[in-house]
């Protein structure tokens, strides 16, 4: 009996590990011509820059390099809103992150600005730092997209502090967490 329980321990096992590599694996989508990727790239970051510096130009970063991801839209995608996950099912889409510098500033977000692009190069949504973005931003006349601008708010980072609190002997009563800016 124990044998059979640990066939099955086993076999369980290696089809959830399996099925985790499965759905990552059709997540990420892998460009191999590097010359092709190179241009790719090169042309997302040109293409983020106009539109970060058009909507929420004080989001621009560049303190350090912009992070591209090559994704296919599952229906849970993590990052794109469900209505756009649930009608684009396999579709190729391209992010470009601006990191930024956390020890100067915080935002809700690991990054200052993101911008979203399907295969074809289209922008169909914009985020920025503190949830703030644009959606649908491909179905946007030009004349709309004149008008958007995200205004720019930021937070200086803060940091833990703890304060011990003690009776008129010196022994610990409490001891405080707090967050200070």
């Known amino acids: 009996m124990k044998k059979i329980e640990f066939v099955l321990l086993v076999g369980f096992c290696f089809l959830g590990i399996n099925g985790m590599a499965y759905s990552q694996e059709q997540d990420?989508?892998?460009?191999?011509?590097?010359?092709?990727?190179?241009?790719?790239?090169?042309?997302l970051i040109k293409l983020t820059k106009q539109v970060v510096l058009k909507h929420g130009p004080d989001y621009y970063r560049?303190?350090?390099?912009?992070?591209?991801?090559?994704?296919?839209?599952?229906?849970n995608s993590p990052d794109l809103h469900p209505s756009i996950s649930m009608k684009n099912v396999g579709r190729v889409y391209y992010?470009?992150?601006?990191?930024?510098?956390?020890?100067?500033?915080?935002?809700?977000?690991?990054?200052?600005?993101?911008?979203?692009?399907?295969?074809n190069l289209?922008?169909?949504?914009?985020?920025?730092?503190?949830?703030?973005?644009?959606?649908?931003?491909?179905?946007?006349?030009?004349?709309?997209?004149?008008?958007?601008?995200i205004p720019f708010k930021k937070y200086k980072p803060g940091k833990w502090v703890r304060d011990t609190v003690r009776n008129d002997k010196g022994d610990i009563i409490d001891i405080l967490?707090?967050?200070?800016?």
């Open 62 to 75: 560049e303190c350090k390099e912009p992070v591209i991801r090559y994704r296919r839209v599952r229906k």
């Open 95 to 119: 992010t470009v992150e601006y990191p930024y510098d956390m020890e100067k500033e915080t935002f809700c977000n690991e990054y200052s600005a993101k911008v979203f692009f399907w295969e």
């Open 28 to 43: 990420t989508v892998v460009i191999k011509d590097s010359i092709a990727k190179m241009k790719l790239d090169k042309k």
């Open 177 to 181: 967490n707090r967050y200070e800016n």
């Open 122 to 149: 289209t922008v169909f949504h914009v985020s920025f730092g503190l949830g703030m973005g644009i959606r649908d931003y491909d179905k946007l006349s030009r004349a709309e997209k004149n008008k958007i601008v």
